[in-house]
């Protein structure tokens, strides 16, 4: 049994929350409900050779979360210099999700699947937040996780005029589930969602899923961090149990 008190009472002081009863979970979708994070990366760099960018797979890994055209502007004001149009950003966006949806089929990630059945076994309100206009993979939650998401109740790169690291994801998705910060937990894999999560008040649980380290999420503001999804599927309801449980007297 992990120990979940010192985190929680944490969490609670830094945000000067009394205590948080969680009703509704706002959930990552890549590095979190799905193994895509590798895919992702690999499209992005071809992205990237093909418009004489000079860029590493991996450190894709490190925009994880923001939108897609955010990682555009950031790659173009690097090598070229200034800013790109937003015609540009959506014609490369449009060749990045083409190459991506080419690849085959992305997996659930492990752990995924049960995390959701127990929220709906628990009434927990879902709401999929992310920096993501990936359709191919969008339109799969319903088949992939039955039950688990409405489509009503999505933050997706369209639904938000600044993505993460700021908070506006977290925030519209607590105004979906009509619940505050006090009455939520986030689940982000990437230290720029978590930073999202935690700007917005929000108890982050971090996951590290890909190659980014433990330290760099509870840097990034998680309140505790899992090795996997299986472990934080497993923890869950143990987890929840101890934020009813724990308040800061
Ligand atoms: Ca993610």
Redesign the pocket.
Known sequence: MIDFTDNIKRFLKRHHHPKVTPVAALI?????LYDS?KLHTQAWKRVADELGIEATRDEFYLY??MTGSATLDLLFMRQFGRHITPDEAERFYAMKSEYFSNFPEVETMPGAQSLIKTMIDMSMKRVLV??SGQMSLISRLQRDFPGGFDEKMMITSKSVKHGKPHPEPYLKAMQLAGASPRKCVAI???PL?VKSADSAGVFSIGVTTGPIPKEELFNAGAAVVFDSMEQLSENFPQLMLALFNTSTD
């Open positions: 990552d979708m890549d590095g979190v994070m994880e979360g992310t920096g982000d894999n990437a969602g």
